[in-house]
């Protein structure tokens, strides 16, 4: 996905702390999508990535169990050490931060999340 990812921001001419973010935030979502979003295991994900002049547009759909994170994920713990704190939880809040807008539906069967960020 990251190589797809490179490949179209190269020919979007996207700068690459852009490249940077939609790797980092796809990276993110799709190994939350695998790792919780299925009973089985496995959930069918679809991501589409557009561009503009202006923006990159992301949509990531899945077939897993209805999960919006941007109201049923928990705050990350973002302060004390590093070495105090629990792992996991981080990778929505990253989301949230690197993103310019972020919103979800959950659509026949289907979490929808839908996220964009300025090209430059």
């Keep these: 996905m990251a190589s797809a990812v490179d490949e179209f921001g190269e020919q979007q001419d996207w700068s690459p702390e852009v490249v940077f973010k939609v790797n980092l935030v796809l990276e993110e979502l799709v190994i939350n999508v695998m790792t919780h979003g299925s009973h089985e295991g496995l959930a069918e994900i679809e991501v589409t990535v557009t561009s503009s002049e202006d923006l990159v547009s992301i949509r990531l759909s899945d077939n897993g169990i209805a999960f919006d994170p941007l109201t049923d994920a928990p705050d990350p713990e973002v302060t004390g050490s590093v070495e ?22 959950r659509e026949s069967g289907r979490n929808l999340l839908t996220m964009t960020t300025q090209r430059n």
């Design 84 to 105: 105090d704190r629990h792992v996991g939880g981080l990778g929505v809040h990253l989301v949230r931060t690197m993103m310019d807008n972020v919103s979800y539906q």
